[in-house]
């Protein structure tokens, strides 16, 4: 498992408003993650703005400590880079998301990097990269379960597990391996996720953040924030809306997105602004 230098951690934490480095057990490890899905976002500026990434940890996690954030593959695999620099035992696995009502279980296209932790013998179901779904992680084994306003539900399956979302959530289930994976197992599926002219993340901007009680979600100039009894839908009508949103809401400092960046991120999301 890749690690980070003491100094990179250091930098990490700092953005999670971690102190110091903590004992790995399982109430830090609920602090992480709550802090992780709260102040670092889900999203997509950099497939937008046509920059490449790649899917290697470090960089990744060099990119969250400098007030960025990113999707899946980044903000996991930075992640677990992460906890296994603070002691934990951490199993990356090729997962798939799936927006289709009764998908076949199994992964065809690993389009998610999905995590599992080993805490004292019991292992955990950990995600820090699903947009609306964990807020904290939760035990691995068959449950359904409430966090904020939505429901989920675990299952195991013939060569791995089904994590179910809400019916009102972003995607359907997201199935993934019992085998351990690697980081550049997902780097063919980043490179088509990112560039392909028929990806959701290249055709439209995606932010979400995942508190206790409330999911922020911004598709183009959609913005929608769901409570736990309440969703509000909001338009954002100018360029200075967009980056006060991204600022307040999402966390993401606008030293980390140029004028010009803005700028190219607001005429993609007028109508007919996508390729």
Known sequence: M?????????QYLHRLGVDRPPQPTIEALNLLHR???ELVAYENLDIQLG????????????RIAGGRG???????????ALLASLGYQVTIHRGQVKKSTRPATGVDFPNHLALTVNVDGRHWFIDVGLGDALHSPVPLEPSSFR?????????????????????????NV????NSAAEAEDFALSHKELSTASESTFVRNLVVMRRCACQIDTLVGRRLTQRGDRTVVNKRLNTQSDLATTLQEVFHLS???VSPDQLSALWQRTRPGGQP
């Open 2 to 10: 890749i690690q980070l230098t003491s100094a990179l951690t250091g």
């Open 35 to 37: 802090r992780h899905v």
């Open 51 to 62: 920059l490449p990434t790649t899917v290697h940890p470090v960089e990744s996690a060099i």
């Open 70 to 80: 990113g999707y899946c593959f980044h903000l996991n695999g930075a992640f677990s």
């Open 147 to 171: 966090q904020g306003p939505f429901m989920f539900k675990l299952l195991p399956t013939v060569n791995g597990w089904r994590f179910e979302h809400d019916v009102d959530g972003s995607f």
């Open 174 to 177: 997201m199935d993934w391996e």
């Open 254 to 256: 606008p030293l980390n």
